[in-house]
């Protein structure tokens, strides 16, 4: 018991330790740092790092196939980022598409993840 309490706690502060508090927003996770990003405009974006969203299936409509993709892509992208990096509608170089076939409507997105909050300088890894 003690040895997997120990190990836990080794592992938490081992996970704080990759946080840099000035590059912390909000619910922003580590795995930042692993990208290069820059300053585009008003937002901060990921420099050629791109997520993917997909949907199958949808037998009503492409609209809410096209929805449900879009949805896979915030998720992914709030998972792996936080919540700041994982609006579509500020990603930058989106892309979407849309097929149909026997088992319903089939969709598509990519973009690269962006932050409405602008960050003072430009960061490499």
Do not use: Q
Not at 56 to 66: D, I, Q
Not at 97 to 102: D, F, G, P, S, T
Not at 107 to 121: D, F, L
């Amino acid at each position: 018991m003690k040895l997997k309490v120990f190990a836990l706690a080794s592992l938490v502060l081992a996970t704080m330790a990759t946080f840099h508090p000035s590059s912390v927003y909000a619910d922003e996770t580590s795995w930042i740092g692993l990208h290069e990003w820059r300053v585009e405009g008003r937002k901060t974006c990921f420099v050629g790092h791109f997520h993917s969203g997909t949907t199958s299936g949808y037998k009503r409509s492409k609209r809410l196939a096209m929805k449900d993709a879009i949805k896979s892509w915030r998720e992914f992208t709030a998972a792996e980022y936080g919540t700041d990096w994982a609006s579509f509608k500020y990603a930058a170089n989106k892309g979407a598409k849309c097929e149909r076939n026997a088992s319903g409507w089939n969709c598509y997105v990519e973009a690269r993840p962006c932050n409405p909050k602008r960050r003072g300088k430009k960061r490499r890894r």
